[in-house]
DNA sequence: GTTGAGCGTT
């Protein structure tokens, strides 16, 4: 829902569909949209994002209404240094719908199979089975991957290294007949791991598995009122006022702008 | 908190 107002796409015939490319993951919309509505009337700017986490994917499409406006932003923005990454303008080659485009106009409606490679059902975009699957990820990040890797190959030695050390019974050692002395230095071992790993650790991970979307369930949504402009100002409460006191107007610290 | 080829949503 990066678009100015309405939902979904306005409407893509009678306008010119722009590809950003190499955007930073922190660019929005608001900060797109004053740069190409410099050079065209701009329709709609809408980022990819990730439904998991709802970052920006690292492109964004900017619609114009006319095809030269489009054109002049192309060759003004493209290669322009946006957030400190250089950024790639050029037409959409496809729409959101895979329809063919040239010049960021619709050419053809949908890829005709001239009825006879119909096999397939491209009924199904968005299912479970799509981010089951692992070549949605195409537009993602490969690094990600491996740092996901990485973080759960980490966890999953620990879970190892703990369960290696608890795995060392007792009965073990003292089944060997030389225990006493060990006895203790396994505790001290012991003692020493319990002391290096945090001294309590998530009783419930299920916890972490929130397939929810819901996130922020204080309900407390500071910017939502305003996609286009840079004024976050949650005046939600005091940082030390009390609800008892409302909102008292005292000028001592005002909102940060 | 991280990353970097590509084509999109209520």
Known sequence: MSHFGKSGPPDIS???SLLILNVTFRTTAEDLFPLFDRY???????IP?????????????VRYKYAEEAQRAVDRLDGRVVDGREITV????YGPHAERIDKGRIVE????????L??????????DDYYRDRDYR??????????ERDRY???ERDYYRQNRSRSVSPDYDRGHGRGRNDDKQRRTRSQSIESASPPRRSPSPRSSLSPCRTHSPGGVSPDRHSRYERSPTPRSVSPRGHPTDSRSPSPSYSDDE
């Open 14 to 16: 009678d306008t010119y």
């Open 138 to 147: 195409r537009s993602r990040s490969r690094s990600r991957d491996r740092y």
């Open 49 to 61: 994002r990730d439904r998991r986490t709802g970052d920006s994917r690292g492109f964004a499409f």
């Open 118 to 127: 119909r096999s397939r059902s491209p009924r199904r975009r968005y299912s």
């Open 109 to 116: 409606s949908f890829p005709r199979t001239r009825g006879r």
């Open 40 to 46: 065209g009337k701009v329709v709609d700017i809408f």
């Open 153 to 155: 190959r980490g966890r």
């Open 90 to 93: 050029q037409f959409a080659k």
